[in-house]
């Protein structure tokens, strides 16, 4: 596979049976998972955080093989977003999908104005992308999670304390 035939683009309906199926595949393994982000990834869809342009899919040869939705969160008077979930299929892992996705999603949301994007994740992967412990800008999380896997990137390097706790859309306690 070479990563230039990857197309990044937004999901449409026609999609969502098969990035359920995907991220279910995708998170099988994975150390950091609840085994519930395929039903997390519809209920954000039907909620006020769910921003279709920044919800994307990776295709090859017309099969989904990456997913990455970013919603809306509350971070006081800042236009924050959360990353979740990410997932690239196995057999497709290692290769820049994950990658990818990330930096045409962070592309998209400085386009549309937002200002940090929150993630809880492998401290081992998200810094390649900007990320820090959100705890260095005073930010912190209503889930009792350790310090290193939440973290944040603040597009605009305004590195400033905000001093603030995430208020997650309801969707992200009701699973
Ligand atoms: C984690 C995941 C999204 C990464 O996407 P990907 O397309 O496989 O990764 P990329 O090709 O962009 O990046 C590869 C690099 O990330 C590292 N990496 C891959 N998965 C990782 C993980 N779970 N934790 C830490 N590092 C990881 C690889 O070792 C590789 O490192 P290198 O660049 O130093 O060689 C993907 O492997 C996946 O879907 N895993 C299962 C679901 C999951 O764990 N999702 C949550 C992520 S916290």
């Known amino acids: 596979m070479n990563i230039k035939n990857i197309i990044i683009r937004q999901e449409n309906k026609k999609d969502y049976n098969n990035i359920y199926n995907l991220v279910k595949k995708s998170f099988k393994t994975a150390p950091l998972s609840d085994g519930k982000e395929h039903i997390l990834v519809?209920?954000?869809?039907?909620s006020k955080a769910y921003i279709p342009k920044l919800s994307l899919v990776a295709e090859y040869n017309k099969e989904i093989v990456g997913y990455i939705m970013f919603t809306k969160v509350g971070l006081g008077n800042k236009n924050a977003l959360a990353l979740a979930p990410l997932a690239v299929a196995p057999g497709y892992q290692n290769l820049g999908i994950g990658k990818s996705l990330i930096e045409e999603g962070h592309k998209l949301a400085i386009e549309l104005n937002y200002e940090y994007c929150l993630v809880l994740g492998s401290e081992n992967y998200y810094p390649k992308f900007g990320y820090i412990p959100a705890s260095k800008l005073g930010i912190k999380s209503p889930f009792n999670?350790?310090?290193e896997n939440f973290m944040v990137v603040d597009f605009l390097k305004q590195n400033i304390k905000?001093?603030?706790t995430v208020k997650y859309p309801k969707e992200f306690f009701e699973l």
Do not use: F, T
Not at 42 to 46: G, V, Y
């Open 42 to 46: 519809n209920s954000l869809r039907d």
């Open 145 to 147: 999670v350790p310090d």
């Open 162 to 164: 905000i001093n603030e």
